[in-house]
């Protein structure tokens, strides 16, 4: 059976390469590092785990874990012309109607709406007057 392209937000690969609870549980959910149908990697995001992993000192190690994870999923340039026209379409909405406007979220959220990909992430409500309107969007709560 075939499953709708996902996109993954920041911190539901940064789960998935910590492999606590919250990773243990949506690798057994979702099977993103088995699928058949590779997830879609943001620029945004991919430039945002760098940013993580620089931050906490990550050594060579566990930075290569996040370098194997990265190749096993299908990245999407933003600047994308379908991309940067899905964005502006998002960002013009947010601002007439007062929603927020994290700006790298808009365009984690074009990416997925332009490639059709279902995003999914631990932080729904950065993305809830999105869906469904604009694209699906999973919200994963995180394991205690």
């Known amino acids: ?12 690969l ?7 609870r919250t990773g243990q549980k949506i690798e057994a959910e979702h099977s993103f590092t088995t699928r058949s149908e590779r997830p879609i990697l943001s620029s945004v995001v991919e430039g945002e785990l760098l ?7 990550w050594g060579s190690q566990k930075l290569g874990q996040l370098r194997s994870l990265l ?5 999407v340039d933003a600047g994308l012309p ?3 026209e899905a964005y502006a379409e998002l960002h013009a909405e947010a601002t007439k109607t007062g929603q927020p406007k994290g700006e790298n979220d808009l365009w984690i959220a074009a990416t997925a709406k332009a490639v059709g990909a279902e995003l999914y ?7 809830a007057w999105m869906h469904p309107a604009h694209l699906t969007v999973h919200v994963i709560k995180q394991s205690r």
Do not use: K, S, W
């Open 14 to 20: 940064i789960h998935l390469l910590r492999r606590d």
């Open 82 to 84: 379908e991309i940067v």
């Open 1 to 12: 059976m075939r499953r709708a392209l996902a996109l993954l937000d920041t911190n539901v």
């Open 121 to 127: 992430t631990c932080n729904g409500g950065h993305f």
């Open 51 to 57: 940013a993580f992993a620089r931050y906490n000192g």
């Open 71 to 75: 190749t096993a999923l299908v990245r």
